[in-house]
């Protein structure tokens, strides 16, 4: 695999390490002659999409310069050159050094090295190092101006890999190359004890920086494998929870289709057996109203039931009768209501709860021995004619003003509608009336006419 340098934008000082015999050399020397053929325009050897830097200069210290008869030692020579370095050096500039700060006390040199490259950086110049220090390893991992690579190192066979690894600085490995050249394990592992503490635990840091990137690596791969099954199981998600919204909607037509097939039909019934003896006529209202709760048990009425205690004030949900429960019958699930002066038995599912109920303004009072009359809450003239219809709820009015009621409804349906007009003109004049209006139509709609007594 081919050497990938990079230098970021942000990037003015990169710091190669890692092991000797690395390749750490070979990058530096490869990022520099590469960049000369390019200012050169012979044609270079990299991957279609690379791209060079137009430097203006380039400086390298690449090589031990030592002089006798010059009297430069190692340190000596690279000095002269980093001297000439920070004075020529600067914006659009390439610096290139090998093992800046050797040839002399570690912590001096990693001292002059650092020293150095701050004042490079200052001056615009762009730098790229090889090192051991550790001064300049650590210096990497805080500055952002500054980018750590490690060269990739076989331990196993101790081969360079030629590969630059970025983000995270290479440790030396030197004890370990010392003893496969030769060097008897006994002193290597005397030579471990004597590695000071500070720099036991860089090398060690090194060493974890090293395995946590590898765990980094392995769980971005594997946060790329699950956010592909995670995509998948979206899409699945998306696909059954249309298909489910289907099913649904033709369930829920089929319900409304049959619940208004049996409504019509049970409209039918009445309407057929209108003109008949009350029995037949409340029959048909029976089957009208079975109809209508079948159908809300189909549309998904899930109301949770009702179960009324004696003392509850309730009112009857398809009248609008206000009574209080005295007595019920959880077997057959109806209860004994006291609606105004009259008793009446009602299905639990036919009561809905109310507050406590409003005293009356006044208490209406009737002549001692006055009967009490057997007081309906609703009347049904449907089929009899105005005269006839106008007497009956002239009478059911009367009765219903007399047990207290606060509110009863007239069935006169809806036909002509000359009977819904003679009637709401007699309420109209009706001094016991103190409102009136269509039922909802849940409830009969125009077909019949709530009143609210006075």
Same mark, same amino acid.
């Given at each position: 695999?081919?050497?990938?340098i990079v230098? %970021?934008?942000? $990037?003015s000082?990169?710091v190669? =390490?890692g092991a000797?015999?690395?390749?750490?050399?070979v990058a530096l020397k490869?990022?520099?002659?590469?960049?000369l053929?390019?200012?050169?325009?012979?044609?270079i050897? #990299?991957?279609?999409?690379?791209?060079?830097v137009?430097?203006? #200069?380039? &400086?390298a210290?690449?090589g031990?310069r030592?002089?006798?008869?010059?009297?430069l030692s190692t340190f000596?020579?690279?000095v002269?050159?980093l001297?000439e370095?920070?004075?020529?050096a600067?914006?659009g =500039?390439?610096?290139?050094i090998d093992?800046i700060?050797v040839?002399t006390d570690?912590s001096?040199?990693?001292a002059?090295a650092l020293?150095?490259l701050?004042?490079l950086k200052k001056?615009g110049?762009v730098t790229?190092?090889?090192t051991h220090?550790?001064?300049?390893?650590?210096?990497?991992q805080?500055?952002?101006?500054?980018?750590?690579?490690?060269?990739? &190192?076989?331990?196993?066979s101790?081969?360079?890999?030629?590969r630059l690894h970025?983000?995270?600085?290479?440790?030396s490995?030197g004890?370990?190359?010392?003893e496969?050249?030769g060097?008897?394990s006994e002193?290597?592992s005397?030579?471990?004890?004597y590695i000071k503490?500070?720099?036991?635990?860089?090398?060690?840091?090194v060493?974890l920086?090293?395995?946590?990137k590898e765990?980094i690596s392995?769980?971005?791969?594997?946060?790329?494998?699950l956010e592909v099954?995670?995509k998948?199981a979206v899409e699945?998600?998306t696909?059954?929870?249309?298909?489910?919204?289907?099913?649904?909607?033709?369930k829920?037509d089929?319900?409304i289709?049959d619940?208004?097939?049996?409504?019509k039909e049970?409209i039918?019934k009445f309407?057929e057996?209108k003109?008949?003896?009350?029995a037949?006529r409340?029959?048909?209202?029976e089957?009208?109203?079975m109809?209508?709760k079948k #159908?809300l048990?189909r549309?998904?009425?899930?109301?949770?039931?009702?179960?009324?205690a004696?003392?509850? %004030?309730?009112v009857i949900?398809d009248?609008n009768?206000k009574?209080v429960v005295?007595?019920?019958?959880?077997?057959?699930?109806?209860a004994?209501?006291?609606?105004g002066?009259i008793k009446?038995?009602?299905?639990?599912d036919r009561?809905?709860k109310?507050?406590?109920?409003k005293?009356p303004k006044?208490?209406?009072s009737?002549?001692?021995g006055?009967?009490e009359?057997?007081t309906?809450? =609703?009347v %049904?003239?449907i089929?009899?004619?105005?005269d006839?219809?106008?007497?009956?709820?002239t009478?059911f009015?009367?009765?219903?003003h007399a047990?207290?009621?606060d509110?009863?409804?007239?069935i006169?349906?809806?036909? $002509?509608?000359?009977?819904?007009?003679?009637i709401?003109?007699?309420?109209?004049k009706?001094?016991?009336?103190? %409102? &009136?209006h269509?039922?909802?139509?849940?409830?009969g709609?125009?077909?019949?006419?709530?009143v609210?007594?006075?």
């Amino acid at each position: 695999m081919p050497i990938e340098i990079v230098i %970021n934008e942000n $990037t003015s000082t990169l710091v190669i =390490s890692g092991a000797n015999t690395g390749g750490k050399t070979v990058a530096l020397k490869t990022l520099g002659l590469l960049t000369l053929m390019a200012l050169s325009g012979i044609p270079i050897p #990299a991957d279609e999409g690379s791209e060079a830097v137009i430097f203006t #200069a380039i &400086f390298a210290d690449i090589g031990d310069r030592q002089d006798i008869i010059a009297s430069l030692s190692t340190f000596s020579a690279h000095v002269k050159r980093l001297k000439e370095f920070l004075l020529l050096a600067g914006r659009g =500039s390439l610096v290139l050094i090998d093992e800046i700060g050797v040839g002399t006390d570690p912590s001096e040199g990693s001292a002059l090295a650092l020293a150095a490259l701050e004042t490079l950086k200052k001056n615009g110049a762009v730098t790229v190092v090889t090192t051991h220090h550790n001064l300049l390893k650590a210096q990497a991992q805080i500055d952002p101006a500054y980018m750590n690579a490690s060269v990739e &190192f076989d331990e196993s066979s101790l081969q360079p890999l030629y590969r630059l690894h970025y983000g995270i600085p290479g440790p030396s490995l030197g004890l370990m190359i010392a003893e496969s050249l030769g060097i008897p394990s006994e002193l290597i592992s005397r030579a471990r004890l004597y590695i000071k503490e500070k720099e036991g635990a860089f090398i060690e840091s090194v060493r974890l920086l090293e395995e946590e990137k590898e765990k980094i690596s392995r769980m971005k791969d594997e946060i790329a494998a699950l956010e592909v099954k995670w995509k998948a199981a979206v899409e699945r998600l998306t696909t059954g929870r249309e298909l489910i919204l289907k099913k649904a909607q033709g369930k829920a037509d089929l319900a409304i289709e049959d619940a208004r097939r049996e409504f019509k039909e049970a409209i039918e019934k009445f309407k057929e057996e209108k003109a008949a003896s009350p029995a037949a006529r409340a029959r048909a209202e029976e089957r009208v109203r079975m109809a209508a709760k079948k #159908a809300l048990e189909r549309l998904g009425d899930k109301r949770e039931q009702y179960v009324p205690a004696i003392g509850d %004030n309730v009112v009857i949900m398809d009248s609008n009768t206000k009574g209080v429960v005295i007595r019920t019958d959880a077997n057959a699930k109806k209860a004994e209501l006291q609606a105004g002066n009259i008793k009446v038995w009602v299905d639990f599912d036919r009561l809905e709860k109310k507050g406590e109920e409003k005293k009356p303004k006044f208490a209406r009072s009737r002549p001692s021995g006055f009967a009490e009359p057997e007081t309906r809450t =609703s009347v %049904n003239v449907i089929g009899t004619r105005v005269d006839e219809a106008l007497a009956v709820v002239t009478r059911f009015l009367d009765d219903a003003h007399a047990a207290g009621l606060d509110s009863v409804e007239i069935i006169h349906g809806i036909g $002509t509608g000359a009977l819904s007009k003679a009637i709401h003109e007699l309420l109209s004049k009706s001094g016991i009336v103190k %409102n &009136f209006h269509h039922a909802d139509p849940k409830r009969g709609g125009g077909g019949v006419t709530v009143v609210e007594m006075a």
